[in-house]
């Protein structure tokens, strides 16, 4: 089994649903530093993707300072610096644009949005 | 290096040529897809390369040797499952196995042991009773377990159901090494193929119509749809598929390079709204198909 979530969907560039499944799961803390993550053929095998695939997202994953390698356990989580809040609204964005088209299609304004966003967000108890 | 190449490749039955001048060339380390409708020549040119047909004119080479010289050294590290292949039906799936082994140096025991368990295939049964799913997957268990150098897999998923379907990539895959392993596989339906191609190539009516990796096919290729282009605004020479209807303008552009292509846009609409999305493989093949077409109509007229 894979350490984080994912089901991929046919059509997009494979690499990129997998990478971005990835930051998701690191910044949901899915994935937390120091845990180890999938070989090539673990990752091939599981998501019954390429190997030369599955090898070219731990290489960026790598590159992007997501995952580091070590010579004895092959490639685990990196420890991040707290920052980041920036970064976990970047992977929101896409479903960000779809939320503001729908809503705009309906002929809602922004008012009506954000009342709707604060209602959901309190029936999933956040504060 | 090249593990299989052909040159002007031509295969004719009688008077129809069912593949046309073929120019191909599979890089080693690669999973490289043959795609293209019933009757585009897939399996003509696969016959070719595993000298099951000789070429009418025009060569082929598979692991740097003539398709026509291809010896047991050569047979030895190559793996081919085709739709309609032809079993022993007496056998039973250990005699088959059996009789096998002394064939290929690399047998490996194990991987035979393993893939038998993935793949639930009952040992002491005859292949002549074994369901369609089963029994290509006795096929590849076969194929697979002296681990090929190369693996060709003639139309592997048609009529398999997902499960069975599942199992067989599961299976291909157990074999990967990096770099080392190619496979050459032929389907009429992209999406099977879709995850596990570097590469693909279109073949249609006989002549190849296009090879390229996903990546970079999935990177040139946008649908583009503009509301309230300005009126009398027509296509760029390139575009594909270009439609008006009411406030919106639809289009496909199959040379999308960032930057440079959408100032070229606004040059071109001005302040209209411009939205754009990538394309599955799907829509692009498709999108691929109706272009040839409709050049071959005009061409004809």
């Given at each position: 089994m894979l350490p984080f979530s994912i089901e991929l969907k046919p059509g997009l560039p494979v690499a990129e649903q997998i990478l971005f499944a990835v930051k998701k799961a690191v910044v949901a803390k899915q994935l937390r530093p120091g845990d180890k993550f999938p070989s090539v053929r673990l990752l091939s095998q599981e998501l019954r993707i390429n190997p030369n695939t599955a090898h070219k997202v731990i290489a960026a994953l790598v590159h992007e300072g997501v995952l580091v390698t070590t010579p004895a356990v092959g490639s685990i989580v990196a420890e991040r610096e707290a920052g980041g809040k920036r970064e976990r609204a970047e992977l929101l964005g896409a479903d960000v644009e779809r939320l503001v088209v729908e809503a705009k299609k309906l002929g809602l304004d922004i008012d009506d949005v954000q009342a709707a966003v604060a209602a959901h967000w309190k029936k999933l108890g956040g504060k | 290096m090249n593990i299989i190449e052909t040159t002007n490749l031509s295969r004719r039955y009688g008077r129809t040529e069912a593949v046309h001048e073929l120019n191909l060339a599979v890089p080693q380390g690669s999973v490289f897809a043959l795609l293209g409708p019933n009757g585009?020549?897939?399996t003509t040119t696969i016959k070719v390369l595993m000298n099951l047909l000789p070429p009418t004119s025009g060569a082929a080479r598979v692991l740097g040797v003539d398709s026509r010289k291809l010896g047991e050294r050569e047979k030895a590290q190559l793996g081919y499952v085709s739709e309609n292949q032809q079993l022993p039906l007496w056998m039973t799936v250990?005699?088959?196995l059996d009789y096998c082994r002394?064939?290929?140096?690399?047998?490996?025991?194990e991987l035979e042991k393993n893939l038998l368990a993935q793949f639930a295939l009952p040992e002491q049964r005859k292949l002549a009773h074994l369901s369609r799913g089963m029994l290509m997957k006795a096929a590849l268990l076969s194929s697979l377990a002296y681990r090929p150098k190369l693996l060709v897999l003639d139309e592997p998923f048609s009529g398999l159901?997902?499960?069975?379907?599942d199992d067989f990539i599961r299976g291909v895959l157990e074999v990967s090494a990096l770099g080392e392993w190619t496979v050459l596989v032929s389907s009429h339906d992209i999406e099977e193929v879709e995850r596990l191609a570097d590469r693909v190539a279109l073949l249609d009516g006989g002549r190849l119509r296009l090879n390229e990796t996903t990546e970079s096919l999935q990177g040139r290729f946008r649908r583009v749809?503009?509301?309230?282009?300005?009126?009398?605004?027509?296509p760029a020479t390139d575009w594909l598929e270009w439609e008006r209807a009411g406030a919106l303008t639809r289009f496909v552009e199959p040379r999308y390079a960032g930057e440079t292509t959408e100032r070229a846009w606004r040059e071109r609409f001005g302040d209209a709204t411009v939205k754009m999305q990538p394309m599955t493989l799907r829509e692009i093949f498709m999108t691929l198909a109706r272009a040839n077409r409709t050049t071959a109509?005009?061409?004809t007229a």
């Open positions: - | 585009a020549g897939k250990r005699q088959l002394p064939f290929y140096p690399t047998w490996d025991r159901d997902p499960v069975v379907r749809e503009i509301t309230d282009a300005p009126a009398g605004v027509g109509t005009e061409a």
